[in-house]
């Protein structure tokens, strides 16, 4: 998802983000507004707080080793399983 994306936007930093924002929110149909009024808070805070694609895949990537260390302790290797389990 994070080259696809990288590749897709319309911008090659967090200051032109600004930039994209405004318009896609100026060309938003009111329809689109009104089905889905928390999308366009979100793209409207992205064009005030700019978007910087190394530092949101940085917190993904971070978010994602860290669930995968709090369930290492829980894990069971195939040696461990064969050597418990009865022959």
Same mark, same amino acid.
């Given at each position: 998802g994070f080259a696809l994306q /990288?590749?897709?936007?319309? $911008? /090659?930093? *967090?200051? /032109? =983000?600004g930039e994209v924002a405004a318009q896609k929110l100026e060309a938003t149909p009111p329809e689109f507004a009104q089905h $889905? *009024? %928390?999308?366009l808070e979100v793209v409207s805070e992205? @064009?005030? &707080? @700019? %978007? !910087? %694609?190394d530092e949101e895949f940085e917190t993904g990537l971070d978010l994602i080793? !860290? @669930?995968?260390e709090r369930l290492r *302790?829980?894990?069971? =290797? !195939?040696?461990?399983? =064969? &050597? !418990?389990?009865? =022959?």
């Open positions: /990288e590749k897709t936007l319309p $911008f /090659e930093n *967090p200051e /032109e =983000s $889905f *009024p %928390y999308l992205l @064009g005030v &707080a @700019g %978007y !910087d %694609y080793l !860290d @669930g995968v *302790p829980g894990w069971v =290797s !195939d040696d461990t399983v =064969s &050597a !418990d389990t009865p =022959s």
